[in-house]
């Protein structure tokens, strides 16, 4: 994980979370690249998302990572940046599977699956960001959406 750039990011709903995670795995050597919230002044989560995704999506960033209340508005969102697959995960085993199956490069986590035990979170965090893409057959299914991006989308 030494090394690894990470945008983060968060509205008002997920500001504590997404601290904690810098927090718990600052000592990983992992960058990260922290887009807001600041605070939990009320703010779009739109606005968060699209900016870690744009620089994911230029190469800035290995990956990014994105809360907000239920991690579903984060995941809209950022997927509407070409070059963008985010997953919204909420255990270990989704975290495994949108990498190794879907070479997601956006890890999506809601605040209200972790009240309870945050440090579930970091685990899913430490498992997206060391699972490989599998490639083989998936590879396929990732270049059909490469294929339909570029062809409808101008950036």
């Known amino acids: 994980m030494k090394g690894v750039k990470i945008a983060i990011g968060s509205d008002h709903r997920g500001f504590h979370l997404k601290n904690f995670i ?3 795995m600052e000592g990983e050597g992992i960058i990260f690249f922290d887009f807001g919230s600041g605070d939990e002044e009320i703010c779009d989560y739109p606005d968060f998302a699209i900016k870690v995704s744009e620089s994911v999506s ?3 960033s290995d990956y990014g990572i994105l809360i907000c209340l ?3 508005g984060m995941s809209i969102s950022a997927n509407k940046v070409k070059g963008i697959r985010a997953a919204l995960c909420k255990s270990v085993e989704d975290a495994y599977l949108a990498r ?4 997601a490069n956006i890890l999506c986590i809601g605040s209200k699956e972790f009240r309870e035990n945050p440090y579930e979170a970091i685990e899913i965090v430490k498992k997206f960001i060391t699972t490989q893409f599998e490639r083989g057959r998936h590879l396929r ?3 059909k959406i490469r294929e339909y991006e570029n062809k409808n989308f101008s950036k």
């Open 141 to 143: 299914r990732i270049e």
């Open 22 to 24: 810098k927090k718990e």
């Open 100 to 103: 190794a199956h879907n070479d």
């Open 58 to 60: 230029k190469g800035e």
């Open 70 to 72: 239920t991690g579903i």
